[in-house]
């Protein structure tokens, strides 16, 4: 299996920034579209965006609302979530997650998705 490591997540002030990163282990991370997904607590898990192999298409959830930005750096085998104007609303688990094909320009689904990291929490106080 592909193994998943989020970092990044922390406190942040409301109106501040984070850069989440997911490692992977899998030397064949190439071949692999990449997700972010949240979990808030008493929430559903959410799909926040994705990235394709090449990095060349993207897709995004509602939540963001354009703040968020997925990229990848295949060289390094590593995925970026770019987490811009947080609101106490973004605070949740961040969920770092890859798939064995990519779906395209629409909100995918965790379903979808078949390998998964840990998680990495996000604050934002208020």
């Known amino acids: 299996q592909v193994h998943l490591v989020e970092s990044g997540g922390g406190l942040v002030q409301t109106g501040g920034s984070l850069r989440l990163s997911c490692a992977a282990s899998?030397?064949?991370?190439?071949?692999?579209?990449m997700g972010w997904f949240r979990q808030a607590p008493g929430k559903e898990r959410e799909f926040v965006a994705a990235?394709?192999?090449?990095?060349?298409?993207?897709a995004y959830g509602d939540p963001p609302k354009g703040r968020f930005t997925i990229s990848r750096d295949n060289a390094k085998n590593t995925v970026y979530l770019q987490m811009n104007s947080l609101t106490s609303e973004d605070t949740a688990v961040y969920y770092c997650?890859?798939?064995?094909?990519?779906?395209?320009?629409?909100?995918?689904?965790?379903?979808?998705?078949?390998?998964w990291g840990q998680g990495t929490q996000v604050t934002v106080s208020s």
């Open positions: 899998e030397r064949t991370f190439t071949l692999y579209p």
């Open positions: 990235i394709n192999r090449s990095g060349s298409s993207t």
């Open positions: 997650a890859a798939a064995r094909q990519w779906f395209g320009n629409r909100q995918h689904d965790a379903r979808e998705y078949d390998y």
